[in-house]
Structures are given as structure tokens and as C-alpha cells.
């Protein structure tokens, strides 16, 4: 599953009109694209909260897939100041941070 990173607007129009010439042309058969206003603990200066993940390049043969999100799950959140990543009381863990619960 990929998890919903913040984006700007025209990050948002890039990836929609992408997607909708795919699929006009033939180049893509399946996909989504889900876009949210941004919640508590997001960075409000977002856009939009955006994932999505579309296939790409089937006109040239096997093609591909484009993603958009984070693939691994979302660092749990520092209940106390970390000691190995730095995070403060609050925020996530930093990615890979083996004191938040992922390695």
C-alpha cells in the first residue's frame, strides 16, 4: 500500500492530466489517483494529501507503474524526544529510525 505525501496543486494537475492522456491514448489500463485535504499532523502549506498509482508505457509492451505516496508505512510518532533520529515530542520518527519501530 502506499501512503498519501503532500503536494503542491500543480503536482495534483501534473499527475491527473498524466493519467488522463494515458488512458486516452491506450497507454494505460488501470489505475487511481485519490487527493485529500491535509489533516492534523500534516504540513498545512500542502495542497493536497495525494496517492496514486497508474500503469505507464503498456503502448511500448510491458510497461511499468507509475506510484505516488509513500510505499513503506508511515513512522510511528515519538511520544518522547528521540535520542536516535532527533525528533521531537510529537513528530514522527525519521525514516529507517530503529528506535521508531521500523529498520
Known sequence: MNYPVPRTQQDLIAYLTDALDRVKTGDSMEGFIEWSLPGEGDPQDAYAMVRASYRIG???????????????????????????????PGERHGRGCTAGGAV
Open 58 to 88: 503498456n503502448l511500448q509492451g510491458q510497461g511499468g507503474m507509475r506510484t505516488v505516496g509513500w510505499v513503506d508505512p508511515p513512522m510511528p510518532v515519538a511520544e518522547r524526544g528521540c535520542d536516535v533520529c532527533s525528533s521531537e
